[in-house]
């Protein structure tokens, strides 16, 4: 089972400021990654796939990329929509694995 | 519109059995990867199982030998049977569509699975 791994577990960020989420795969996982937004109470919402592809109606200020088995979304500029949980998920290998959560909150 | 309903969820004792149902519509679940990803209270999120094509389905260790998905295709709709229930089987569960990979482009709104005597 491929491990995700994600830092920081908790990141505070002023609205307006740059905010920087990372996840890291236990081994290869090509670009064979997503990202997801949890709002409290709802349903994930898929952000990026393709490591670095943006779902429909995302908003250009979500960015993802990666490096070698070091995935990261920038958010360049929080609004305060943005406060919420984001998993990261690899779908290279069977069982689908998820990263244990970055809570984005209010500095 | 893609559109997801969750139903079954509800309080069941320890060992015993419970239905999910997901009806899905704007798309074809038998076109489509279908899985099940769940979310215990507080916790992050863990794909349980899926099927796709003529009924191909893989499950998560954890449910594996206890759990059943099933598709009707008839209905549009999306099953999880759960058996010999756990209390740590305690969750949200999410049915969600794959993408043109294996991520999770639709999710349903989930249903409060509670194992608990």
């Known amino acids: 089972e491929i491990v995700m791994t994600q830092s920081p577990a908790t990141l505070s960020v002023s609205p307006g400021e740059r905010a920087t989420l990372s996840c890291r795969a236990s081994?290869?996982?090509?670009?064979?990654l997503a990202w997801y937004q949890q709002e409290p109470g709802q349903a994930p919402r898929l952000l990026i796939y393709g490591a670095s592809t943006r779902a429909t109606g995302v908003p250009a200020r979500f960015s993802g990329s990666v490096s070698g088995t070091e995935f990261t979304l920038t958010i360049s500029s929080l609004q305060s929509e943005d406060f919420a949980v984001y998993y990261c998920?690899?779908?290279?290998?069977?069982?689908?694995?998820f990263g244990g959560g970055t809570r984005v909150e209010i500095k | 519109e893609v559109q997801l309903v969750e139903t079954g969820g509800g309080l069941i004792h320890p060992g015993g059995p419970l239905r999910l149902s997901c009806a899905a519509s704007g798309f074809t679940v038998s076109s489509d990867y279908m899985s099940w990803v769940r979310q215990a209270p507080g916790m992050g999120l863990e794909w349980v199982s899926v099927f796709y094509g003529s009924g191909t389905t893989y499950y998560a260790e954890s449910v594996r030998g206890r759990f059943i998905i099933s598709r009707d295709n008839s209905r549009n709709t999306l099953h999880l049977q759960m058996n010999s229930l756990r209390a740590e089987d305690t969750a949200v569960y999410y049915c969600?569509?794959?993408?043109?990979?294996?991520?999770?482009?639709?999710w349903g709104q989930g249903t409060l699975v509670t194992v608990s005597s």
């Open positions: 081994q290869s996982v090509s670009s064979n």
């Open positions: 969600a569509r794959h993408g043109s990979g294996s991520y999770f482009d639709s």
């Open positions: 998920q690899q779908y290279d290998n069977w069982p689908l694995t």
